[in-house]
């Protein structure tokens, strides 16, 4: 128990002073958790719907990468061999390294969550149950690490190996492209994967009901996962004299696929091919409960002023006529405002009515400042508006702002999309409230778009 | 002398290649028992075979009374094992790696005990990665010793070291006699072995050919002593042959080797030869056999496609 012990303080401490084994078991998770939040940064509350995937990516990189990376280099080099002299049986010097991995996992997961709670991501729902769906992830990806390790010959081998299953798991296997994007027969193909199951056990006990609600998927990763480490073990390599074609017991390999085999069965079987449905908490996502402008009524709409705006063709909130076609200077510039606004971050702000105010200023302040692409912006701003969200729910916010022209910050400074002159704060609310009446009325029916 | 080790008919095959065939010796507690043979004979394997490494497919395997194929575990908590070269995580330092490595072992030196012993002291906190090729092979022996144990097995302890590293080394060997362990080394230096072995095996293609203390093998093995002679002119063949046995008589022309079971007698009679055929005496040395010489002999055997096989004595 001591030498168990021992090793495995060891093989942490020896993992810390390693800077390669740090920057891929903690920077890589870093950058995933980067590249994931650019990715889905607008959404009501970052990463909370992404937390099963961004996990499971890191465990897989971790346990198929890291694990046999470490294990095979070891052999190579004749470590394990200075080892088996010991009067520790297998299972003491695989267990403790195996423990040690699992801790590098969670550590690494955690940073994760950490970071992710930092850039406003909310606490798991099941923080518990997370440990316990964390767990049963890391243990199949262990025990697929340890058929790994057996299987290659070398570390190069072990890149291929681990390529072999990452990408697949990652791209139709329900890891990194969500299940209900994948078409019906990827679906299929998945069920055979461990890695839709991780991201559903662990997305479940972030969003969902706990670990209670996808028992299925927690068997599935156990199954697997002990496949694997009874593989691992009974094909167990020493040395690396010991080449996986002269090696004994290659019918254990059979058991590891078996494992995979037979919880895409049992998926088939009981119907658990499509993906979980993991209900989400409501008042967790939409934070707070109710919006302001979610009690705008069709009476309160019908309170706006729409007999006192100024005219389209005028020069003060002005619209461009159907008729109107703007220059070929014009709509070369108008061109480059709009190719700009596509990667606008203030086009994409999770709040609504912040990221609808946002727009309103794109017309509001051309106009302010007299710019010449003043008439043809507010065209632009509608359409846009138009598609981003239920129309209802536009005209609510709309109305919400022209009633409440005060709330919220206005942009005064749009040269960030290409629009030059800077506005007064009262001069850019003041249009914003024109404009947002006017596109009302044109969603309403009152006036013809 | 009671049985440290004992190796009766060990077998063991790599594919098609018989690597032992039948390699049978005993080690007896307290004494430095080494395995001497060339490249390829089956040393590295027998220790292999010993200490757990590989499994063999025939013989038996005891030490210190225990059945070693039936409980390996029970023989490595006695055992302390120096392979060729000690391979340990890079970034782990010699303090660590006693501390991890005794930590298996119900009976255990301190580190700083061994780090003392072995010269280590000042490299105890160093990262394995940075210690030199002699620092290296040195803790490896600190790991064989640190489960204070009965027999320790060397395979080439000495083999890529430099001239004093290797000179510390065999007084590190005497050492472990002197403290009451059993050592068995496995070389194929013949200077080393019968430097430091009480005995030792010659290994010859998988098989035992000769065991014995060295002084006693060359005895046996080399029962015929070396004569070389250099005269000023050849001698006759007809004149030598009254005295010397012609199928004995190496070399040509002016210098002359003899192998001869009777020195003195020969020496007398080449003296009368040389005078009698005015051939006039240069030089006239003769030579008792070294283990060389024995080892040769014995391991040549096989290139002659003869099989020799002899427990407890030169065939």
């Known amino acids: 128990m001591s030498g168990f012990f021992q090793h495995f303080t060891m093989s942490l401490r020896l ?36 937390m099963g995937e961004l996990l499971t990516v890191s465990v897989l990189g971790g346990a198929c990468f890291g694990l046999p990376t470490t294990l095979v280099s070891e052999r190579e080099r004749g470590v394990w061999r200075r080892y088996r002299l010991l009067p520790a049986g297998t299972w003491s010097v695989v267990l ?21 709670l930092a850039v406003g991501m909310t606490l798991p729902a099941h923080p518990l149950d997370l440990l316990v769906a964390f767990t049963f992830v890391a243990g199949a990806f262990i025990g697929l690490g340890l058929v790994i390790a057996m299987l290659a010959d070398n570390v190069p081998a072990v890149q291929a190996l681990g390529q072999c299953i990452f990408l697949p798991m990652l791209i139709i296997g329900g890891v990194a492209v969500p299940l209900a994007s994948l078409p019906p ?38 199954v ?3 496949a694997g480490a009874i593989a691992g073990a009974k094909l167990f390599r020493w040395e690396s004299g010991q080449r996986f074609a002269a090696v004994g017991g290659k019918p254990w390999l059979a058991a590891a696929l078996a494992g995979w085999a037979l919880v895409g069965a049992a998926a088939e079987w009981r119907g658990h091919v499509a993906p979980v449905a993991v209900e989400a908490d409501r008042a ?11 009690t705008v009524t069709d009476d309160d709409v019908a309170r706006l002023d729409f007999a006192n705006l100024p005219p389209d063709y005028g020069v003060v909130a002005p619209i461009a006529g159907p008729d109107e076609k703007p220059s070929e200077d014009m709509d070369r510039q108008l061109g480059q405002i709009e190719s700009r606004l596509a990667t606008w971050p203030a086009g994409r702000v999770a709040d609504l ?14 106009d302010l400042v007299q710019n010449p692409v003043e008439r043809w912006m507010p065209g632009i701003v509608f359409d846009r508006l138009e598609l981003s969200m239920p129309r209802r729910q536009l005209v609510q916010i709309l109305t919400w702002i022209a009633l409440h022209p005060e709330e919220g910050q206005v942009l005064v400074d749009l040269s960030a999309v290409g629009i030059h002159g800077v506005g007064t704060e009262a001069g850019v609310r003041e249009r914003v409230r024109w404009y947002a009446i006017k596109f009302v009325a044109r969603l309403t029916g009152r006036v013809e778009p | 002398m009671s049985a440290s080790v004992t190796v009766k008919d060990l077998r063991k095959r790599y594919g098609r290649v018989e690597a032992l065939r039948g390699a049978s010796f005993e080690v007896a507690a307290g004494e430095v028992f080494g395995l001497l043979g060339p490249n390829g004979a089956g040393k590295t394997t027998t220790l292999e075979c010993l200490v757990g490494l590989r499994q063999p497919e025939a013989g038996e395997l005891f030490i210190g009374g225990i059945d070693a194929r039936r409980r390996p575990r029970e023989v490595r908590e006695k055992i302390g094992v120096a392979l060729q070269s000690t391979a340990l995580p890079d970034q782990i330092t010699p303090r660590e790696a006693l501390r991890l490595f005794g930590s298996y072992y119900r009976e255990r030196s301190e580190p700083a005990v061994l780090l003392e012993r072995f010269a280590l002291r000042e490299k105890a906190d160093a990262r394995f990665a940075s210690l030199s090729a002699g620092q290296r092979h040195r803790l490896g022996l600190a790991l064989a010793f640190v489960n204070r144990p009965e027999l320790v097995v060397l395979d080439e302890p000495t083999a890529g070291l430099d001239p004093s590293s290797r000179v510390e080394l065999h007084a590190e060997i005497r050492r472990m006699k002197a403290d009451g362990h059993t050592v068995l080394l496995a070389t194929h230096y013949l200077e080393e072995a019968e430097q430091l072995c009480d005995r030792i095996a010659i290994v010859d293609a998988g098989r035992v050919v000769a065991t014995g203390a060295p002084g006693e093998l060359i005895a046996a093995a080399a ?12 001698l006759p063949r007809e004149g030598l042959a009254a005295c010397v046995d012609l199928a004995a008589i190496g070399g040509e022309g002016t210098r002359l080797v003899f192998q001869t079971a009777e020195p003195t007698q020969t020496v007398a009679a080449l003296l009368a030869c ?13 030579r008792q056999a070294t283990l060389e010489e024995v080892f040769l002999k014995l391991t040549r055997t096989r290139d002659a496609g003869a099989e020799t096989t002899n427990e407890g004595g030169v065939s």
């Open chain 1, 15 to 50: 993992h810390r002073r390693n800077r390669m084994a740090l920057v891929y078991g903690y920077l890589f998770p870093l950058i995933f958790l980067g590249a994931f939040w650019v990715l889905y940064r607008h959404e009501s509350v970052p990463l909370l719907q992404h």
């Open chain 1, 96 to 116: 403790s390294t195996v423990l040690a991995r699992y801790v590098l996992l969670l550590t690494a997961g955690l940073l994760q969550l950490g970071v992710a």
């Open chain 1, 185 to 222: 027969w990827a679906q299929h193909v998945a069920a055979f994967f461990p890695g839709r199951y991780a991201v559903e056990a662990l997305q479940a006990c972030v969003t969902g009901p706990g670990w209670s609600g996808v028992r299925f998927d927690l068997a599935a990763l156990a």
């Open chain 1, 224 to 226: 697997i996962g002990v």
């Open chain 1, 284 to 294: 967790r996502l939409a934070a707070p409960a109710q919006q302001p402008w979610e």
């Open chain 1, 353 to 366: 009515r912040q990221r609808t105010l946002n727009l309103l200023c794109l017309a509001a302040l051309p």
């Open chain 2, 223 to 234: 029962a015929r002593h070396t004569v070389n002679l250099v005269t000023r002119r050849p």
């Open chain 2, 274 to 286: 040389v005078t009698d055929a005015g051939a006039g005496l240069v030089e006239l040395t003769v």
